[in-house]
């Protein structure tokens, strides 16, 4: 089982609808959370962080936390085609990390039509 | 604030020649990673200094070294390139006692 679990996609949306990324990870004593967006040849940007259960928003951006479910999840409201990019699930997990080394999941690529 | 700055941005290097990488992370963040991300690929994780030590490696050969200097600048250094080594460096910075990594543009190596 891998430690960060994403489907790659892609995931199509029509411009101005929700789009919903899934994540899943294996280290039940995780506890910090992050969304990275990276564009084609880019670096990954950080988007949002969460360490508690349930929601927390910014701006269009809201990402979801259930460490009973072991899952994550990044909402991105009235999608715009500039969204279009993969988005990475990131995982702090004390069982295997190690202080604060990061595990990231393949990435869910995102296209968002016109 | 500027952000993580990595050089060079692109880097041509032979089979079986050693390439070197550097990183200069957020001003006040004194952790620095490495990762490596191969065409189509996620982010594979090198190598973590934090106060000039190295604190952890991933599964990598030894000839991926590196090491972070007094100011918490890192250097990569890759030797007896092959060509799987050809894939886009990335930095990341993190605040003391924080885990949230901030990225720099990367430097993309190629090894023909």
């Known amino acids: 089982q891998k430690e960060v679990e994403q489907n790659s996609g892609p995931l199509s949306v029509p411009e101005g609808a929700i789009a919903s990324l899934n994540c899943t990870y294996s280290?039940?004593?995780?506890?910090?959370f992050f969304w990275y967006r990276q564009y084609s040849g880019k670096s990954p940007e950080l988007i949002m962080s969460?360490?508690?259960?349930g929601d927390k928003e910014d701006g269009r951006f809201t990402a979801q936390l259930n460490k009973a479910s072991q899952y994550v999840s990044l909402l991105i409201r009235d999608s715009q085609p500039s969204d279009s990019a993969t988005y990475l699930c990131?995982?702090?997990?004390?069982?295997?990390?190690?202080?604060?080394?990061?595990?990231f999941g393949t990435g869910t690529q995102l296209k968002v039509e016109l | 604030e500027a952000g993580v700055t990595q050089s060079p941005t692109h880097l041509i290097k032979t089979r079986g020649q050693q390439a070197t990488l550097r990183c200069s992370p957020i001003?006040?963040?004194?952790?620095v990673y490495w990762y490596q991300q191969a065409l189509g690929l996620g982010l594979q994780f090198l190598l973590w200094?934090?106060?000039?030590?190295?604190?952890n490696r991933g599964n990598f050969p030894p000839r991926f070294s590196g090491r972070q200097f007094p100011n918490y600048s890192s250097e990569l250094n890759v030797n007896a390139l092959e060509l799987e080594d050809s894939a886009l460096y990335l930095c990341?910075?993190?605040?003391?006692?924080?885990?949230?990594?901030?990225f720099g543009p990367g430097t993309r190596l190629t090894v023909l």
């Open positions: 990341a910075s993190t605040r003391r006692g924080t885990d949230t990594q901030y």
């Open positions: 280290d039940r004593g995780s506890q910090s």
């Open positions: 969460i360490y508690s259960n």
């Open positions: 990131a995982v702090n997990p004390i069982l295997t990390g190690g202080g604060n080394k990061l595990t």
């Open positions: 001003s006040g963040h004194t952790s």
């Open positions: 200094y934090d106060e000039g030590e190295e604190r």
